[in-house]
Every structure is written in C-alpha cells, then in structure tokens.
T-cell receptor
Framework: QQQVKQSPQSLIVQKGGIPIINCAYE??????FPWYQQFPGKGPALLIA?????SEKKEGRFTISFNKSAKQFSLHIMDSQPGDSATYFC???????????FGTGTRLKVLA | NAGVTQTPKFQVLKTGQSMTLQCAQD?????MSWYRQDPGMGLRLIHY???????DQGEVPNGYNVSRSTTEDFPLRLLSAAPSQTSVYFC???????????????FGPGTRLTVL
C-alpha cells in the first residue's frame, strides 16, 4: 500500500512564527509532491508543489523543502498570520497512475 | 468560470436509501475524480475518470458507482447507503493526464453526507 505519512496532526503557533509540517513517503516512483490548503467548509486548494529534481521551492511565504534521499518533504510558512489557520495536506503522485495519495492532514492554528 | 460545482451541499439519508451526488466542471478537463474526507484519514480516492466513457476504481470504491457520459459531469451514486458512508465528499478535476502529469487538481466545495 502506497502511503504518505504526515505530521504533526495539529499545530498551534503565535503570529509571526514558522510552522513546519512534515511528510514522508515510501514509493520512490512518486514524482510530484503538492501541498493543499483547506479552510473550514471549503474544498482543498493547491498551495505549492515540487518535483524531486529540486531541493527547495518558494512561493511567497510558503516554502517546500525536499530531501530525496530521506524520502521526506516539508512545508514551512514564514511569518505566519491568523489567516493561515487552516488544514494542510501533503500529497504525492505516481506517473501513469492518475492518482494522488494524500497525507492525513495537519490542522494549523495561528494565534493573533 | 464556475470551476467545479457540487450538489447538494448537505444531505441526510437513511440506511438503505440511494442517492446521486452531482459534480460538474466547466473547464473542459479530461480528468475528474471523487474523494471522501474523514477525520484523521485525509482524502481518499473513490473513483476517477480520464475522459468520457472511461472510469476506474480508486482506493475505496466499494458501495459507490460512477459513470462519465460527458466531459462536464461525473456523478457519484450510492446504491444502498450505509452509516460507514457518512463523510464529506469532494469532486475534483484537472487537465491533461491528471495529477500524475503535474496538472493542478481543482476541488469542488464538497457535499456533507450523513447516513442514519
């Protein structure tokens, strides 16, 4: 069974802090690793994504760090804001399978 | 563009009842999929389609049927609802070869289903 393991399950930080969410995978054939952000009552929306040929990708305050040898990737949120309070999902896809495998999600709360 | 739309937003069923969750997209996407979201389980793929007339099973297909007669619509049918199917259901679509081709998946707003 292909899996993506996500931690922590929940996270509380102060405004301005840098929450870090980690994901680990097993299948070395995965070649696309997106992160999704979900607000209560809404569907997930793509936040940022990375391919395994790069070790880091930044978009605004969001950064993905990727460690291919360790089969791990993480999301960092710089200067976090209360508006970043949401559930974050990592995912991975396998070429030719037409499928995403999602992590179990991290509920982030940023205190004002 | 309305993007991905889902109806209804909420539904309560009794055990054994049947119903269809509707999903439509206006982005001319070839790939569409259905997920269920349960606490602590993340999003799990139920069924997906790579084009009109082509569907396949995902991770948790039992108890659900799908069909894809048009590019725009991808309904999910529960033939005999069970309490274990209480969940939030999301439909998603993407262009080209789907998520495994680096294409962004766009999600609908979800349907919250309760089976008593």
């Amino acid at each position: 069974q292909q899996q993506v393991k996500q931690s922590p399950q929940s996270l509380i930080v102060q405004k301005g802090g840098i929450p870090i969410i980690n994901c680990a995978y097993e299948n070395t054939a995965f070649d696309y690793f997106p992160w999704y952000q979900q607000f209560p009552g809404k569907g997930p929306a793509l936040l940022i994504a990375i391919r395994p040929d790069v070790s880091e990708k930044k978009e605004g305050r969001f950064t993905i760090s990727f460690n291919k040898s360790a089969k791990q990737f993480s999301l960092h949120i710089m200067d976090s804001q209360p508006g970043d309070s949401a559930t974050y999902f990592c995912a991975a896809s396998n070429p030719g399978t037409y499928k995403y495998i999602f992590g179990t999600g991290t509920r982030l709360k940023v205190l004002a | 563009n309305a993007g991905v739309t889902q109806t209804p937003k909420f539904q309560v069923l009794k055990t054994g009842q049947s119903m269809t969750l509707q999903c439509a997209q206006d982005m001319n996407h070839e790939y569409m999929s259905w997920y269920r979201q349960d606490p602590g389980m993340g999003l799990r793929l139920i069924h997906y389609s790579v084009g009109a007339g082509i569907t396949d099973q995902g991770e948790v297909p039992n108890g659900y049927n799908v069909s894809r007669s048009t590019t725009e619509d991808f309904p999910l049918r529960l033939l005999s609802a069970a309490p274990s199917q209480t969940s939030v259901y999301f439909c998603a679509s993407s262009s080209g070869g789907g998520p495994s081709s680096y294409n962004e998946q766009f999600f609908g707003p979800g349907t919250r289903l309760t089976v008593l």
